[in-house]
């Protein structure tokens, strides 16, 4: 018995999916049209895209990175100078830290805020002064 028929048998769907190439193979012209449409396909993408980039304009190199991170911002108009001081300035409680007695809501306005926090805010105006000021500044 042939092996051909009983691969026929066994496996029909690769047969079919053999057809079409069987059929190609047949004709030299077919082989030849068959070699020109693969070609153009794998030779359209990169023309396109080189058609793409024809009209953009050369902009030179790119600039120097480490020039650019190196730029000194003098201390007069410099923000962390002042957030560096008021972090200086600034008192912690480490009581209310550690366990809290009431629980505090970070987002109550001043009115409704609990007496800790007042507290707290009032012996740190100063460090909240000076980081007011820092915030004035537009460079850090």
């Known amino acids: 018995m042939p092996l051909t028929p009983a691969l026929r048998r066994g496996f029909p769907t690769l047969v079919l999916l053999g057809a079409p190439f069987r059929w190609i193979a ?3 012209r077919r082989r030849w049209i068959a070699a020109l449409v693969f070609l153009a396909l794998v ?3 990169p023309a396109w895209w080189m058609l793409q ?3 953009l304009p050369d902009v030179g190199d790119p600039f120097d990175v ?3 991170r190196s730029a000194t911002i003098p201390d007069d108009r410099n923000a962390f100078v002042l957030y560096k001081q008021a972090a200086e300035l600034l008192k ?3 009581e209310y830290l550690a366990k809290p007695s009431v629980k505090a809501d970070r987002l109550a306005r001043w009115p409704a805020a609990v007496p800790e926090v ?3 805010l009032e ?3 100063q ?3 000076v980081y007011r000021q820092g915030a004035e500044r537009a460079d850090a």
Do not use: E, H, K
């Open 127 to 129: 460090a909240l002064d």
């Open 118 to 120: 007042r507290r707290w």
């Open 123 to 125: 012996d740190n105006r």
């Open 92 to 94: 912690w409680n480490p």
């Open 53 to 55: 980039l024809t009209g």
């Open 26 to 28: 047949r004709s030299r």
């Open 66 to 68: 480490a020039a650019f």
């Open 43 to 45: 030779a359209t993408p």
